[in-house]
């Protein structure tokens, strides 16, 4: 009998040999050749999270700034934010409403449901010798989540959650910390009202962002500069009851205390 607690420690492995992505590629065909190599089998279970720039990049969601036509609206903001015209026109048309304007920042909701700046729009590793670009989010990251993980378990035969996350900073915090924006296969929220704590009175309050956990796990290993891991296997987590959508982890604008 092998007493090793170290058996049930969770496991998160970057996936290595991922390819610069470009519009088209078939991610799927991508990560299964990548655990090939690796010689690694995805396991009933087994989490797969992957960067939000891949889904994007392959999903052809860079746009060449010089294609973008800033609208009236875009150069009187760019003027008061100090932004370039044509990257705020590009948030505007992702976002549902600016909610923050300083120099050099726009806070906005973005058309996902979530609190952004800059509606989320980067230039980081991204290749712009055909000219300045700039990199959208996913048009729907838990329909896009959930096509990877279809084409996955069809090929392997095996069941497996997928998440799509990005670097969010948070209000009144200092940073970014990974956060799920697409989720495939298992729980976002766990609802924990209900249940007891250590002495037997019953939670009140406690809804658990699962999934944002996981994604922040991933994160660390995935780095945030030139690492080149945008993909991570993540084994050995229980997996809770039900499934859920990086959407349901939006909080309505209803009950937001802070508009």
Not at 69 to 75: D, I, L, N, V
Not at 169 to 195: E, F, Q, Y
Request: hydrophobic content about 45%; overall charge negative; charged content about 20%.
């Amino acid at each position: 009998m092998d007493d090793d607690p170290l058996n049930d420690a969770i496991r998160i492995l970057p996936l290595k040999g991922v390819p610069m992505i470009e519009a088209g590629d078939v991610l799927a065909d991508i990560l299964l050749r990548a655990f090939e190599t690796m010689g690694v089998t995805p396991a009933d279970g087994d989490i797969l999270v992957l960067a939000q720039k891949i889904v994007s990049k392959a999903e052809g969601r860079s746009v060449v700034l010089a294609s973008v036509t800033p609208s009236a609206e875009a150069q009187a903001v760019a003027a008061r934010a100090g932004k370039d015209p044509r990257m705020v026109e590009l948030i505007l048309q992702e976002s549902d409403h600016i909610m923050r304007e300083r120099p050099g920042t726009l806070i906005v909701r973005h058309r996902l449901g979530l609190v952004l700046a800059n509606a989320g729009i980067d230039q980081s590793n991204i290749d712009h010798q055909d000219g300045e670009q700039a990199l959208l989010l996913p048009r729907d990251p838990d329909a896009s989540a959930e096509a990877l993980r279809t084409a996955l378990m069809q090929r392997t035969g095996h069941s497996i959650g997928v998440m799509i996350i990005d670097s969010l900073g948070r209000a009144w915090r200092s940073g970014t910390t990974g956060t799920a924006i697409g989720i495939a296969g298992l729980p976002g929220l766990l609802d924990l009202r209900g249940r007891p704590d250590l002495h037997g009175r019953a939670l009140q309050t406690s809804e658990l962002g699962w999934a944002d956990e996981v994604a922040a796990a991933a994160s660390l290993a995935m780095g945030q500069s030139n690492e080149g891991r945008p993909a991570v296997l993540i084994r050995g987590l229980a997996l809770p009851p039900g499934t859920g959508t990086a959407a349901g982890l939006v909080r309505p604008a209803a009950l937001d205390l802070f508009p």
